[in-house]
């Protein structure tokens, strides 16, 4: 029994492992050792004591007291705790005193009566060194002015006056340069000015030599601020690219939600991560209403995934957050823009979130499984802005870290990996194309192949038939013609044996030259007459007439085929069989000459002559007619020139065969 489960266990965990793509698997895989990592590296830093240097004592007790201010004030240059009221009061460190959020929203940070929290620090335990000393602190929340007094003396200040935006992730970390006149330090008072519904809050604190404290100080900075812009930055570049993609292929509206889910993104960090002090109202406004925005365009990203339309989410997402961005206008002034009213404006934006994450992840579950990573992914940054929302508003110590500001890291790793995925299924797809196309490409190459070798085989047989019905048909009207005229005559007695032998003699010439009209000449001319010349040589010695062979070299003739070779051989045997049936002649020249568009074959004899066009229309000139016709049928033409002291005959030959002559 327990063999039986084990191999259905191995066949399940087989089945489910086979069914990841591996692209999607190392993808996955990852980004969760990242996260990992990263929890690991925050965890290290945040803990307490961890990285602690002997030198530098940590301040976790501290005097405090709280003033009434008529508004934000000038900071004075130089401050004692005895010129302040004696109502001191010993707290611990961190301090985050509670705070009430409906009271508090009836605060304004742009007028109105304000207070001054002073804290006041005794570095009695600090051991003595000559190294330059510093004072660093994870966190201060408030609303208005920061400012550092050393014995008196002002050595920091955050913001010259004015309300402060950007203070809550940027840790504390202030170099004490030693006094004019050498006195050691005594004492160290915070100020920190806010208005008057507010709360602040502050961070336990470290004294001593800066390059003790210095690493605390670049980790805490590196992981609260710079990473977290830089991937802001990241998400912001490819959200660029991605518009570029969109300009290019404007039906695809995915590409332009994920440009506006990286501008919008980007724009609700932005005022963290500035190096300056932000206090303009309209700036405020664009990074409060950046987060309305950054959850609309999510909720249309998973809507356009699950393919689902709910419409009436889709209008109470638009509506609430036109309706917000219309109170939170710096003109109208109806919902005031600051520290005191944002966090009541968050709980409408985690509100709106969760919404979106749950009815997309509910529309997605069995549509689209990009729609649950989507919805999951918004459900993680709503956690990480309400862990976010409860340090803010001193929930949580200060001493904690703005998780919140990683929420572009998993925004931008869960539709990195839904572009992964993508890209890697559509190389999947062009590579399945691309080989479908290569398996069709193969198939209808081995058609054609096939088909090739049909038609070849079907050419093959068409040549051998035409080759086979051109030599019967010149064999019938050649060979065929002159055996049945010996036939007849040696039936009929009127020929000697002699002429029997002659004629049989012809019949066996014009047997070879058919046969000799098959090898292959490679368009030579040359070798064609000299295969004549050998096959007639005999012929005539035995005859008593002398041959004068006068040839030049001659281009060659691409349209020589054996049809056209024996139409050759025939017109110039006919030549020659008639100088030796007719004119008595000793002596026969043969030549050649290449002209510009053909070349010339002549045979001359010094015998005696006749009259041509006599000779054309008797009844006996039908050899000197097929001459004619067998010139023309190749495209070329014959010539007799005849006297009492010879004849000649020429045969013209074109080097190229058109029109015409090409087709007959």
Not at 103 to 119: E, H
Not at 249 to 257: A, M, Q
Not at 375 to 390: E, F, K, P
């Amino acid at each position: 029994m327990s063999s039986t489960f084990a191999r259905r266990l191995h066949a399940r965990l087989l089945e489910h492992f086979s069914s990841y793509r591996p692209a999607s698997f190392w993808a996955s895989g990852v980004l969760l050792v990242s996260v990992a990592l990263l929890v690991a590296m925050v965890a290290f830093f945040a803990a307490p004591g961890v990285g602690e240097e002997p030198s530098a004592i940590h301040m976790t007790h501290a005097d405090w007291q709280v003033e009434e201010a008529p508004g934000f004030r000038e900071l004075p240059l130089a401050v004692q705790s005895d010129a302040l009221p004696a109502t001191w009061q010993a707290v611990e460190l961190p301090l985050a005193p509670s705070i009430a959020l409906l009271r508090q929203a009836g605060g304004s940070a742009s007028a109105g009566p304000t207070r001054i929290t002073w804290l006041r620090l005794s570095p009695r335990d600090l051991p003595g060194t000559s190294a330059p000393l510093a004072l660093y602190g994870a966190r201060i929340k408030t609303d208005g002015t920061i400012a550092v007094y050393a014995n008196g003396r002002l050595v920091h200040r955050a913001q010259v006056q004015g309300p402060l935006w950007n203070s809550t992730r940027t840790p504390l970390w202030i170099l004490l340069n030693k006094a004019p006149d050498g006195e050691p330090l005594r004492e160290i008072l915070l100020r920190m000015e806010h208005t008057q519904g507010a709360q602040v809050a502050v961070s336990s604190l470290w004294l001593g030599p800066a390059n003790a404290l210095e690493g605390r100080y670049r980790m805490r900075q590196w992981l609260q601020q710079d990473l977290p812009a830089m991937l802001s930055t990241a998400f912001m570049a490819v959200g660029v690219f991605s518009l570029f993609v969109w300009f290019r292929r404007s039906h695809e509206t995915g590409y332009l939600l994920f440009f506006n889910l990286a501008t919008t993104s980007f724009l609700r960090g932005l005022h963290f991560y500035v190096d300056v002090p932000v206090a303009n109202d309209w700036f405020a406004w664009l990074t409060v209403n950046s987060l309305f925005w950054l959850v609309a365009v999510v909720h249309f990203a998973l809507r356009q995934l699950h393919g689902r339309p709910l419409r009436w989410l889709s209008f109470a997402v638009v509506g609430w957050t036109a309706l917000i961005g219309l109170l939170t206008l710096p003109g109208l002034a109806i919902l005031r823009n600051t520290p005191q009213v944002t966090p009541l404006i968050y709980i409408g934006a985690a509100s709106m979130g969760v919404a979106v994450a749950l009815v997309g992840g509910v529309s997605a579950w069995r549509r689209s499984s990009e729609g649950r990573l989507v919805a999951v992914g918004i459900g993680v940054c709503v956690l990480l802005g309400v862990s976010d929302w409860l340090l803010q508003n001193n929930f949580i110590s200060p001493e904690g870290w703005y998780l919140g500001a990683y929420t572009n890291a998993v925004t931008f790793s869960v539709f990195g990996v839904l572009m992964y995925r993508r890209y890697v299924s559509a190389i999947a797809e062009v590579e399945r194309v691309n080989a479908s196309l290569a398996q069709r490409l193969q198939a209808r190459e081995a058609e054609l192949e096939l088909s090739h070798q049909r038609l070849r085989e079907v050419e093959k047989l068409q040549t051998i038939s035409d080759e086979r019905q051109r030599l019967m048909q010149d064999m019938h009207d050649g060979l065929g013609s002159s055996l049945i005229s010996a036939i007849r005559s040696v039936e009929g007695g009127g020929m000697s044996g002699d002429s029997v032998s002659q004629l049989l003699k012809g019949c066996l010439d014009d047997l070879k030259l058919t046969i000799d009209s098959m090898e292959p000449l490679e368009d030579d001319l040359l070798l064609l007459l000299a295969t004549l010349r050998y096959r007639l040589g005999p012929r005539l010695e035995s005859s008593g007439v002398a041959l004068r062979w006068n040839v030049q070299e001659l281009p060659a003739l691409d349209w020589l085929d054996p049809t056209s070779a024996l139409q050759i051989l025939r017109i110039v045997q006919e030549s020659i069989a008639n100088v030796l049936r007719h004119t008595r002649a000793t002596e026969i020249r043969v030549g050649t000459v290449a002209e510009a568009s053909g070349v010339r074959v002549s045979i001359e004899d010094n015998g005696q002559g006749f009259d041509v066009d006599k000779a054309m229309g008797a009844a006996g000139g039908r050899g000197m007619q097929n001459q004619l016709r067998r010139a023309q049928a190749i495209g070329g033409a014959v010539s007799w020139r005849s006297g009492p002291a010879g004849t000649l005959f020429t045969l013209w030959l074109p080097l190229k065969r058109e029109g015409r002559a090409a087709r007959a």
